[in-house]
């Protein structure tokens, strides 16, 4: 799939850094404070699915998501082609 490439310039400069602080210093020019919760906030639902045991409405609670938004994510993890969350949730286990 080829991507625009104001996008394959974004993916770039995200590839570029290389420490957490470099990562939160671009984020904090590049997103507002509200997108900047609300990706922590779908990555926290993410990994709470992930690990399974827990009902939506406690998913939900624990990161202080919407309902939609925990069932957003759980589409995301188990019907949608990119498989986004699913790549980084293995290659984050395999690290650890």
Not at 23 to 43: H, K, V, Y
């Amino acid at each position: 799939m080829t991507t625009p490439p104001a996008r394959d310039a974004l993916h770039d400069a995200l590839l570029s850094m290389q420490t957490r602080e470099e990562i939160d210093a671009f984020l904090a020019d590049l997103c507002t404070p509200a997108e900047l919760r609300a990706f922590a906030e779908r990555w926290q639902v993410a990994r709470l699915l992930d690990a399974g045991g827990k009902s939506y409405r406690e998913i939900a609670a624990e990161a202080h998501a919407s309902p939609t938004t925990v069932v957003r994510v759980a589409r995301y993890l188990k019907d949608m082609p990119h498989q986004g969350y699913r790549l980084a949730l293995d290659r984050l286990k395999n690290t650890n």
